[in-house]
């Protein structure tokens, strides 16, 4: 069993001012009420229920649903409530999680307003933009985790892109650092194979090493190098060779410079010298007493003390005397500094040739030289001994001392000793290439190695570079996969929905039974299309003629895309009932209004019965269409699923008024018993207003034009009272005292009932039972309780006035009451002429004639 | 009353669909995002990303 809404209440919400309620039972509604008569207020208090706001008070400037949803009359909150058919109540203030299951899942499908449509709207999806009418679209396709889904591959995707191009950097940059590593000025990234090889070897090849035929083979260039350098054994052994063999020729060149004989010599001499002349002591003393006896000790000999006897004579002699002396001294002090100095000369030497065999020794202690080494410890322990030999004073130094030093030195040989470790060095130098030669060999090994570093990181790079243009592609591919598959999957939706947008179309337009020809003019094929270029984006196609691909808005007129808009509705109604099968609402507020008759009727037609099994809101402005749609239900066999409201008034005070007639006339009734004068005149007036209402339209009365057609009794009795005495006489013969009595006692619903004024003191109630049981009368006389139909004039015959079943009839004096004819009686009469039309008397008398001319002729 | 199939989950099969029948998307990434989707985490960029590095092995392999 489908939820349905059993009743709507509403109190201070938009125009509704009173609390005010449609027992709908479970049934549709029809609405009808002049324009500002509170009509969508109904319709506006379901969405705010509903989906929390009013679409139409949301995203206009000033204007919000909270604001201006109150009715203005109202201090306290708008009350709002739907009972549903499994007596579940549904308000403002209910707490959702509490409802039935069917209820919420019933709440869910109302929560978008997807199953209003309104005036204002219809021609919004046809007129906008493509991205717009998307977005229109959206809310029936929830494809918000598909889209979520493409954002989230679009940034994968973008990720990886920007992964790809750093690898790609990362491979130039790797491929670059090759090349220069190699020496090549032009080449591709990756750098090939075969251009490193080439390079290499050229190089490999000028030391006698193999040419490379791959990289793979660059570990036995490398072993071939590493080989060549391994004849060297140790380069630092090398240097140490050659850097030893250096040392010992200073070594050997040191001492065979080391002169001794200078010394010996010089020696020799000064020894000889010492020994011919004096001792050297007596230089000083003579120096010390030549000073003395020319300064302190003039008067007597310093040594003897003797008196020079005041002679001067005597102590001049002795100066000159010293003075010889030491003359004859001059030549060995000369001599002496002479040996001094050429033994200092010779000490030094020693001591820098004992110097430099330190760093020698080290040499050799690295090179494992052990002869070598007592070699030069041996001439190092001679110097330390001539050393300390030449340290002793000069006076201590004897020739024969010396010469017995020199004589051991030279016993010792160093010299020859030294040639053959030098020679020995030498030998061993010479097996090994010389530095110059092994640093080429060096290099290029060191090449090899980064080489081959360098094109393992290009291979790394190359994979990465590789694997992220996968991930890339693999990325790019599951977006482009996913936009398609969700594009086919709308487009194909789009498809379905095109054929019964397409489907509804035709049926409005008449164009389904029609020939193949005629199927193919004006707007066909009507459809909706992804644009593939364009993400969120929908366009409206249609042929038009021998046209293929337009837009309906070029060539559609407003009322073929007011269709086009509502057929496309409801498609999408019906579509997204698909998906919330328990929500079954479609309201429908005053969409046909600009819809020429014929259209109108087979939109109704299609409505009522293409969503037969939905609960239906319809309202409308018209009072002949709302007449016309309550036949249509008849025909459609759904009157019975439909509640027919009509609007009497409204008032600001007290918002729409739909009581049903019948409910007026009870409430009149008891009035008539125990209410007020004023009471039963307004009351009585109300329902005669009602009853004058219902004639206008039916009787097309000529009235003058008034804002929003809120006529009052005033302004429609004197129209109604004389087209029932003059078109109806039926009528007239059988209520002409009602209706007379009435053309005197109308004013008194005004007087009494409306307006204060000084007329009404002087009405009896007498005459106001009087005025309420006449308009109840003349009530009882056209409406027809069976049908619950006010009487109209038959289309035929002519001046006879009936309800809709028969059941009241008023024919013209002297002809026999003919039942009114159904629709179907019309058409078939008619022969078809009617199908479609609203159907009136003078419409019918047009046929008529025309048929009447047509059999004269 | 039948099971209503959303229009998501038409487009997620179909996607997986055309995944299946190309050859770029490994076999292994489909089912790892069939895997996602059911947790409702498609939307997670993030995972999506942690996927693709699944693709042709990973970095360490390759290097």
């Known amino acids: 069993m489908m939820l349905k809404i059993d009743r709507i209440e509403i109190e201070g919400f938009r125009g509704i001012t009173r609390a005010c309620t449609l027992p709908l039972n479970g049934k549709s509604l029809l609405l009808f009420g002049e324009n500002g008569t509170g009509k969508s207020s109904f319709v506006d208090a379901l969405e705010r229920l509903f989906t929390g706001k009013v679409s139409t008070l949301e995203g206009r400037m000033g204007v919000s649903t909270e604001r201006h949803g109150p009715n203005i009359r109202i201090s306290g909150s708008p009350k709002i409530s739907v009972r549903f058919s499994e007596d579940s109540e549904f308000t403002l203030e209910s707490n959702t999680e509490l409802l039935p299951l069917t209820v919420k899942s019933y709440l869910a499908g109302a929560q978008e307003p997807l199953y209003i449509l309104r005036r204002r709207q219809i021609l919004d999806f046809i007129e906008s933009k493509p991205q717009d009418r998307y977005e229109l679209l959206q809310p029936f396709l929830p494809l918000t985790e598909v889209e979520e889904t493409e954002t989230a591959l679009r940034r994968a995707s973008q990720k990886a892109d920007n992964e790809a191009t750093e690898a790609e950097r990362a491979l130039s940059a790797s491929s670059r650092e090759l090349a220069q590593a190699v020496g090549i000025g032009e080449y591709q990234i990756p750098m090939g194979e075969q251009q490193v090889c080439t390079a290499l070897s050229v190089r490999l090849q000028a030391i006698g090493i193999v040419a490379l035929r791959s990289l793979s083979n660059l570990g036995d260039a490398i072993s071939a190098l590493d080989t060549r350098v391994a004849k060297v054994g140790d380069t630092e052994r090398l240097i140490t060779l050659h850097s030893a063999r250096s040392l010992l020729s200073e070594l050997q060149s040191s001492l065979s410079v080391l002169d001794f004989t200078s010394f010996r010599t010089a020696l020799h001499t000064l020894q000889s010298q010492e020994v011919t002349v004096a001792k050297t002591f007596f230089e000083d003393v003579l120096q010390r007493g030549l000073e003395w006896i020319q300064t302190d000790w003039q008067g007597q000999c310093p040594l003897c003390e003797t008196p020079w006897d005041k002679k001067p004579r005597d102590r001049e002699a002795l100066v000159a005397r010293i003075h010889a002396r030491l003359d004859e001294m001059k030549e060995v002090v000369k001599s002496r500094q002479d040996t001094d100095r050429k033994g200092r000369e010779l000490l030094d030497s020693l001591r820098e040739v004992q110097n430099s065999c330190r760093p020698l020794r080290t040499k050799l202690e690295t090179l494992g030289e052990v002869d070598g080494l007592k070699l030069l410890d041996a001439v190092a322990e001679s110097l330390r001994n001539l050393c300390t030999f030449l340290e002793q004073r000069l006076d201590q130094i004897t020739t024969n001392g010396l010469d017995a030093a020199i004589t051991s030195w030279h016993t010792a040989s160093y010299a020859t000793r030294l040639q053959e470790l030098i020679a020995r060095v030498k030998t061993a130098a010479g097996r090994l290439p010389s530095p110059e030669e092994i640093k080429p060999l060096v290099e290029l090994r060191l090449l090899l190695g980064r080489i081959d570093e360098l094109w393992r990181r290009q291979k790394v790079a190359f994979n990465q570079r590789n694997l992220a243009r996968q991930r890339s592609e693999v990325a790019s591919t599951m977006l482009r996969l996913a936009e398609e598959a969700r594009k086919e999957e709308v487009q194909e939706l789009f498809d379905r929905l095109s054929k019964d947008i397409d489907d509804l179309y035709k049926k409005v337009t008449g164009r389904e039974t029609d020939s193949e020809k005629s199927q193919n003019q004006g707007l066909t094929k009507l459809r909706l299309e992804v644009r593939p270029e364009v993400r969120g984006s929908v366009i409206y196609q249609a042929d038009f003629y021998e046209r293929k691909d337009v837009v309906p808005n070029a060539y559609g007129s407003d009322a073929q895309l007011d269709m086009i808009g509502l057929c496309t509705f409801l498609a999408l109604r019906r579509w997204y009932k698909n998906q919330h099968p328990v929500f079954d609402l479609l309201i429908l507020d005053d969409v046909l209004t600009s819809i020429d008759a014929q259209h109108a009727v087979r939109t109704a037609e299609l409505i009522l019965k293409e969503f037969g099994n939905y609960q239906i809101i319809l309202t409308t402005h018209d009072r002949i269409w709302y007449e016309y749609l309550r036949d249509i239900q008849a025909r459609c066999r759904v009157k019975g699923q439909f509640l027919n409201k009509v609007i009497h008034k409204w008032t600001l005070e007290e918002g729409p008024d739909i009581r049903e007639p019948e409910e007026e006339r009870g409430h009149i009734d008891r009035l008539l018993v125990d209410g007020t004068a004023p009471q039963i005149a307004t009351e009585a007036g109300r329902l005669l207003e009602h009853v004058l209402q219902e004639m206008r339209y039916s009787l097309r009365l000529s009235v003058q034009a008034k804002r929003g057609e809120l006529y009052e009794i005033g302004e429609i009795w004197p129209a109604f009272y004389s087209a029932m005495r003059k078109s109806y006489p039926g009528f007239y013969e059988k209520c002409g005292e009602t209706l007379d009595a009435l053309d005197i006692r109308w004013t008194i619903r005004n007087w009494v009932g409306a307006h204060f004024n000084i007329w009404a003191s002087r009405i009896s109630r007498e005459e106001v039972l009087e005025f309420g049981h006449t308009v109840s009368e003349l009530f009882d006389r056209m409406f027809c309780k069976d049908c619950r139909r006010f009487v109209e004039p038959s289309m035929t015959p002519a001046g006879q006035l009936s309800c809709r079943c028969g059941h009241l009839i008023y024919p013209v004096p002297g002809k026999e009451p003919l039942k009114p004819l159904s629709r179907e009686e019309i058409v078939k009469m008619t022969r078809g002429a009617f199908r479609d039309a609203r159907l009136n008397t003078d419409l019918y008398f047009e046929w008529k004639r025309a048929e009447m001319g047509r059999e004269h002729n | ?63």
Do not use: Y
Request: aromatic share 4%; glycine share 8%; hydrophobic share 35%.
């Open chain 2, 1 to 63: 009353m039948g099971q209503v199939v959303s229009i998501s989950e038409q487009i997620f099969k179909r996607w997986c669909e055309k995944l299946r029948n190309n050859n770029i998307v490994p076999q292994e990434l489909i089912k790892e995002l069939e895997l996602l989707h059911q947790q409702r985490k498609l939307s997670d960029a993030g995972a999506i990303g942690e996927l693709l590095k699944q693709v042709g092995g990973t970095n360490d392999a390759k290097d």
